[in-house]
Every structure is written in structure tokens, then in C-alpha cells.
């Protein structure tokens, strides 16, 4: 069965570059999810799309943003790096209306 | 807000042994709860969930019980195994409204043989 997909699985970015997480859905899930888990922490939610829209949003610094394309796969861009931004990028997806968020692999970002 | 507490590790078990893994939630209304497994150096899957009162989820041999009188969401398997060592997070989803997961800090299983 597919399952999400993100890229890189992987990146290394030094202090104050921007870096592009790519994210692709299970197909014909309509929601994307991104959550944000440092070292030895719980993962935190960061924003939520449903069908391109933004949906909900949570603790995502203002040097984040994000979308949802209109093949529902969602990219979330990050600027000005800290060192504090290295952690594991999760995207999640779901079918809307049901109960399970499957996640991706992540993507682990080490600033330096 | 919403927030869910689970049990501080980490747990080292033998093999064999019983094992519980405490959580408790706080949320209005009804949310769903989910145990979640992460592996070393891999990322979340869902290991089982239950949407309401008194429903038990269960997978592996792992099994865990809605339980609203005393707002938890223990999680339990009578026999671990060598590979049931990862971190072990449990989470809630608000009914309605915002869809996002809110999780516990995780607790780390580790299992001898």
C-alpha cells in the first residue's frame, strides 16, 4: 500500500538559510498535517491543511510557512534558520471525516 | 487545552514480561485516542486506537481500553518481545473542530532477552 512520502529524508542547512520540506500524501487523502519533534521530545503540531486550505495552525514560528498544491502534495518552507530548528519533520495524512493520521518517515534537519 | 500524561521511562523489561504503560488525558468532550510507535530511527505508525467509551483497541498483542470515568488509556501486552522495544507515545484527537494530534512525551521501552 502507499504511504506518504517525504523528501529529503534528510538535510543539513546552516544558520539563517531557508529550507523546503516536501510532502506527498497517501493518495486520495485530502488532509496533510506537519508536526515538528526535537531531540528526544513528543512530536508538536505545526499547521494543517484540508483540500488546499489552510485548517488549523499551531506552535509554527512566523518563519514558516506552508501550502498545499493542487495535487495535495504540501511543501513547508523555513527561513532564516536557527539552530534551535533542528529536530524530525513529520507530515501526516488522513482521509477526512476518519479517525487515523498516517504519518511519513520524516525529514530530519540539522542546522549548523 | 488538551493535553495527555504518560508514564516517565524509561521501562526495561525481560523478555516475556508483562507490560503496562500508564496514560492519562485531559480534553472537553469526547476525542479519540491513539497509541503510537516509533521505532529507532523511523517515524510514527499507529499501533491502535479507540474513538469512544469503553471501546478497546488491540494489535501485536497489544491492547488498550477507553476508559472516560477515569480519563486514561492504558496501554498493555501480556508477553513483550526483543522487537517491541521502541518509544511508545500515546495521543488524543479532539472531536470536531481541530483534527491535530496531541501527544504525550513518550516513553522508551526497552526489552532483554
Known amino acids: 500500500a502507499a504511504g506518504v512520502i517525504q523528501s529529503p529524508r534528510h538535510l543539513i542547512k546552516e544558520k539563517r538559510e531557508t529550507a523546503t520540506l516536501k510532502c506527498y500524501p497517501i493518495?486520495?487523502?485530502?488532509?496533510v498535517y506537519w508536526y515538528q519533534q526535537g531531540p528526544g521530545q513528543d512530536p508538536q503540531f505545526l499547521i494543517s491543511?484540508?483540500?488546499?486550505?489552510?485548517?488549523d495552525k499551531g506552535s509554527i514560528p512566523d518563519r514558516f510557512s506552508a501550502q498545499q498544491f493542487s495535487d495535495y502534495h504540501s511543501e513547508l518552507n523555513m527561513s532564516s534558520l536557527e539552530l534551535g530548528d533542528s529536530a524530525l519533520y513529520f507530515c501526516?495524512?488522513?482521509?477526512?471525516?476518519?479517525?487515523?493520521?498516517?504519518f511519513g518517515p520524516g525529514t530530519r534537519l540539522t542546522v549548523l | 487545552g488538551d493535553s495527555v500524561t504518560q508514564m516517565e521511562g524509561p521501562v526495561t523489561l525481560s523478555e516475556e514480561a508483562f507490560l503496562t504503560i500508564n496514560c492519562t488525558y485531559t480534553?472537553?468532550?469526547?476525542?479519540?485516542l491513539f497509541w503510537y510507535v516509533q521505532y529507532p530511527g523511523e517515524g510514527l505508525q499507529l499501533l491502535l486506537k479507540?474513538?469512544?467509551?469503553?471501546d478497546k483497541g488491540s494489535n501485536k498483542g497489544f491492547e488498550a481500553t477507553y476508559r472516560k470515568e477515569t480519563t486514561s488509556f492504558h496501554l498493555e501486552k501480556g508477553s513483550v518481545q526483543v522487537s517491541d522495544s521502541a518509544v511508545y507515545f500515546c495521543?488524543?484527537?479532539?472531536?470536531?473542530?481541530?483534527?491535530?494530534?496531541?501527544f504525550g512525551k513518550g516513553t522508551k521501552l526497552t526489552v532483554n532477552p
Open positions: 501526516a495524512s488522513s482521509l477526512s471525516n476518519t479517525h487515523e493520521q498516517f
Open positions: 493518495p486520495r487523502h485530502d488532509t
Open positions: 491543511f484540508y483540500e488546499k486550505m489552510q485548517s
Open positions: 480534553a472537553t468532550g469526547y476525542p479519540s
Open positions: 479507540a474513538t469512544k467509551a469503553d
Open positions: 495521543a488524543l484527537r479532539h472531536q470536531g473542530g481541530s483534527e491535530k494530534l496531541v
